[in-house]
């Protein structure tokens, strides 16, 4: 199975891991390239020490009646064995034949001359040694004595030096990775930050802000700002467009329809055939609720418009409740209804919110409230202030709740199933809905005991 | 009889199979048949005993068997790798020092002990365990306390001003046979040209050669000699409390101190136990117990910072330029030459 992994890291954390393994590749390299040039020197060191011993153990060859006799020098062994305790061999041949020294040592295949004496490395007794060797004449009696000389020194001076720079560049080398790794957290927190606040801009831009995002942005960005600008500019004004469209079309769809109606009513006084007359009210039904529609469309519009710019005022919401109430008395008679109000608000109390759109959640949920209430029942409207809220809570018999649904209770054009036979588009609640988040208030809708739907809005002192 | 009765003393028996002689031998320990430590030392049991039984004592579960042999035929031992040892001491510090460089010592841990000398270790293999500082022995009744001379320097004028005195009575360690002799000439010989000097006069005077340091110390007792060069301190200070005519004298333009060392051989059956023995030696017990019951000094002995003439040979890889062939045989022709005349 070919399964893709799909990790999501941020740009900061991208930016972290990369620049992180760049410091680490660095570190790695330094660590690497500088114990390397540091052994080197050690090398060198033991290097110039052994040549310094060979030469020294030259001085100390001398021809005793005619054969060559060596002084080894004690200083000098003495010197090299001292400074790391290190091991030494030595070997000397005249004439391709053992001299003196150990004559199992191996002889290199590399001599140098005093000058320049030539170095190998060779493993003897399981430590690897580091051998000088040279080549030398010397004249005895006009005779010619090829002298072969070795000296081989053991290691552990070098590798007690090496170990020591390394523990101390180990050291180095972390707090050079470190700090390379706060840098690259500042660095990577510098480069975030112009996108982040980019990214916080247009996260703020939603229904309720439509304004342009700041295009002070880093040059990479300013594309997208400007695109996104545009885009924005270009979907206030399609926003628009369409309400205005919605509205234009409600508002001309009205006039004609109160005609429509008029001259049905008209028709239905004058017709005799029971027939006709039944099809004339089948066709005034049809405009009401045309007639309904079109109003709830140009409510919504209002809301959806009054979201982009709220007009704030202070008023007296004990007033503006009971003027809707009484509004609404008439129709509540036409259907036998009783509406029994009762607030505890005085009416100097004021809120300070856009009028019209309260005004329109009011209206709703009451319309709501009469239009599926049972006739001859009774609408309880309670108002009330407590400590953070005022409450007002609509009660009614609810001609057909069986069951409300809440998940579909505030969507456009939904209704629910028992309310085919009255009149209505769908849009109230989500009116009421939309208009209530505006001004910050809360709205629930739930059934209770006794097929009673209560409503109760809560708008903030 | 001072020792045990289980101790075995075995004088100059030969091991046929090895061609190593054993001097003497004995055992420590409970199981003394079937022993967990074998040490191989030229330190002779009288003087050591004292630290084996302190040793056994502490350890009652290792046995110990220690034998004495003659540094050279230890040397050859080792080297041929033909009998089996846990621990090689030796007085010989050349050629201590020339079997470690050449491969034959393991490298082991021992507890260390801060207050001994770091000169004194070489490569975790070679360690030193005690000082010896190297001296003259004069027949005591032969030479008033004020006459007797300090430095080399006055020796060689004391010689000359009394030849007739000291013809013929004047004995040294034969370096062609002695391996301590050889070590502590060679060690002269670095250190001053008035060595040569005194070894002409002592030639002149037709000096004995001796193989021993004991042998010299009874015929300086028995004023068979009157003088006896380069001998070690602690032999001849022990014999001093018996043999009261023998007097020791530490030079005071140099006095060589030699380390005795120990090493782990690389054929050893019980190196961890060698190396507590080691331990043992160069921890605050052993080294009180060397200083107080053998007559040796310890490592960290106050005499060094005192008296700056007391110089510890150095152990280090120079000692191996006297054990070179020609270098050898260079020195052991000059030495002739000047005291065999």
């Known amino acids: ?41 050690v090398t060198a060191t033991q290097d110039s020490l052994l040549t310094a011993s060979i030469q020294s153990l030259m001085d100390k060859i001398y021809v005793v009646e005619n ?128 996108i982040a606040r980019f990214a916080q801009d247009v996260k703020m831009r939603g ?85 309904r529609s079109a109003s709830q469309l140009l409510d919504h519009a209002m809301v959806l418009y009054r979201a982009e710019r709220p007009e704030a005022e202070a008023f007296s919401i004990q007033q503006a409740v009971a ?44 319309d709501n409230a009469l239009k599926y209430s049972l006739a001859e029942s009774v609408v309880t409207i309670d108002f009330t202030k407590t400590e953070t809220d005022f409450k007002l809570i609509i009660k009614n018999h609810y001609s057909s709740a069986i069951f409300l649904d809440q998940k579909q209770l505030f969507k456009k054009f939904r209704r629910g199933e028992q309310t085919k036979e009255i009149v209505g588009s769908g849009l109230g609640l989500s009116i009421v809905m939309e208009a209530v988040n505006i001004i910050g208030a ?14 109760t809005l809560l708008v903030p002192c | 009889m001072r020792y045990l009765i289980s101790s075995l003393l075995i004088l100059l028996h030969i091991n046929l199979a090895n061609a190593l002689t054993i001097e003497a031998s004995r055992s420590y320990g409970v199981d003394k048949a079937k022993s967990d430590l074998k040490i191989l030392s030229s330190t002779d049991i009288d003087v050591f005993h004292p630290v084996l039984s302190a040793f056994s004592a502490l350890n009652p579960t290792i046995s110990v068997n220690y034998s004495t042999a003659s540094t050279a035929d230890i040397y050859r031992a080792v080297r041929q790798s033909d009998s ?55 027949s005591a009744s032969h030479f008033n306390q004020g006459e007797l001379p300090n430095t080399r320097r006055k020796l060689i004028a004391f010689l000359r001003a009394n030849q007739e005195t000291f013809q013929e009575k004047i004995i040294t360690y034969d370096v062609t046979t002695s391996g301590a002799g050889f070590l502590l ?87 961890a136990t060698a190396s507590n023995f080691l331990s043992f030696l160069r921890s605050k017990v052993g080294q009180n117990f060397i200083e107080e019951e053998t007559g040796m000094l310890s490592l960290r002995s106050n005499l060094l910072n005192e008296n700056p003439y007391y110089k510890p040979i150095r152990l280090d890889t120079g000692l191996l330029v006297y054990l070179d062939r020609l270098k050898r045989q260079r020195f052991l022709d000059e030495w002739s030459a000047a005291l065999i005349q």
């Open chain 1, 1 to 41: 199975m070919n399964k893709k992994f799909n990790i999501n890291l941020s740009i900061k954390n991208r930016l972290l891991i990369q620049l992180g393994f760049v410091a680490f590749v660095i570190s790695a390299c330094l660590f690497m390239i500088t114990r390397l040039v540091l052994s080197q020197a």
């Open chain 1, 67 to 194: 054969t060559i006799s060596v002084d080894l020098p004690y200083d000098t062994f003495s010197l090299l064995g001292s400074v790391g305790e290190d091991m030494i061999f030595y070997r000397i041949d005249e004439n391709g034949v053992f001299l003196t020294g150990y004559d199992d040592f191996p002889m290199p295949k590399k001599f140098g001359n005093i000058q320049e004496p030539a170095f190998t490395n060779m493993e003897y007794l399981g430590e690897t040694l580091r051998i000088v060797a040279i080549e030398n004449i010397v004249f005895a009696m006009d005779k010619q004595h090829k002298l072969r000389i070795i000296i081989a020194q053991s290691q552990n001076f070098q590798k007690s030096v090496a170990n020591k720079i390394s523990a101390n560049l180990f050291l180095i080398t972390l707090f050079f990775f470190l700090t390379a790794i706060l840098f690259a957290f500042l660095t990577a927190n510098l480069t975030i930050r112009p």
């Open chain 1, 207 to 291: 229904p309720q802000n439509l304004r342009k995002v700041s295009e002070d942005v880093p040059t990479e960005l300013k594309p997208l700002a400007q695109s996104l600008n545009e885009f924005i500019s270009r979907f206030r004004s399609t926003l628009r467009q369409t309400e205005t469209f919605i509205a234009e079309a409600a508002h001309h769809i009205r006039t004609p329809l109160s005609v429509v109606r008029s001259e049905s009513e008209l028709a239905l006084r004058k017709s005799k055939t029971p027939g006709n007359r039944a099809r004339l009210r089948t066709i005034i039904k049809a405009v009401d609720q045309t007639n």
């Open chain 1, 323 to 366: 003027e809707i109430i009484n509004q609404f008395r008439p129709a509540a008679d036409l259907k036998d209804l009783d509406i029994i109000f009762s607030s505890d608000v005085k009416s100097i109390e004021t809120v300070y919110l856009d009028r019209t759109l309260f005004d329109t959640s009011v209206r709703n949920l009451l």
């Open chain 1, 442 to 455: 809360s709205i629930d809708v739930r059934k209770m005991k006794g097929d009673i739907v209560c409503a």
């Open chain 2, 84 to 138: 089996q040892f846990d621990l090689i001491m030796s007085s010989a510090m050349d050629l201590q020092m020339k079997l470690v460089n050449d491969g034959f010592a393991e490298s082991i841990s021992i507890l260390e002990n801060l207050d001994i000398p770091d000169w004194s270790q070489w490569q975790n293999k070679l360690y030193g365990f005690s000082l010896e500082p190297i001296g003259m022995v004069v």
């Open chain 2, 185 to 271: 000439a060679t060690q002269d010989d670095r250190q001053s040209n008035s060595f040569w000097r005194l070894a002409e006069v002592m030639g002149s005077l037709e000096s004995h050669l001796s193989c021993c340091s004991g042998q010299m110390l009874d015929a300086v007792n028995n004023e068979e000699y009157l003088l006896a060069y380069n001998i070690i301190g602690s032999y001849a200070e022990k014999r001093s409390k018996r043999q009261k005519n023998l007097r020791v004298v530490y030079f005071q333009d140099y006095t060589h101190m030699l380390l005795r060392t120990a090493f782990v051989p690389k054929n050893s059956y019980n190196a």
